[in-house]
């Protein structure tokens, strides 16, 4: 599996990003595939993501009501929508995929083998 992460910039503080993760290779629908990110001085977290067919989807709180994660399986692509971004939001956006994620580790790095090489996102106040 290889990723491909787009869609990073520059925004202001209450403005919106959508980011784009292009996956290669073997998609199933057990396939785990989500958002992290990892900010100035932080660990890498989780941000939202769950299973290729939609199911076990969830959001770190610091980003739930305002993120939205889509696929278009035809299109072979994840999408992370933001609105009302923060400053706090500002990271680098990996996009991540595991092909043998049981459900407890949807939220943990450890649960992902797979990873792009992360889009910048930055927002400023």
């Known amino acids: 599996v290889q990723l491909q992460a787009s869609g990073g910039g520059l925004v202001q503080a209450g403005g919106s990003l959508s980011l784009s993760c292009q996956v290669s290779?073997?998609?199933?629908?057990?396939?785990?595939i989500a958002w992290f990110r990892q900010g100035p001085g932080k660990e890498r977290e989780f941000v939202a993501g769950g299973r290729w067919n939609g199911d076990s989807t969830s959001y770190a709180d610091s980003v739930k009501g305002r993120a939205t994660v889509s696929r278009d399986r035809n299109k072979n692509t994840m999408f992370l929508q933001m609105n009302s971004l923060k400053p706090e939001d500002t990271a680098v956006y990996y996009c991540?995929?595991?092909?043998?994620?049981?459900?407890?580790?949807?939220?943990?790095?450890?649960?992902?083998?797979?990873w792009g090489q992360g889009t910048q996102v930055t927002v400023s106040s």
């Open positions: 290779g073997r998609t199933f629908s057990r396939l785990a």
């Open positions: 991540a995929a595991g092909t043998n994620t049981i459900t407890s580790n949807l939220r943990q790095k450890a649960g992902y083998a797979y």
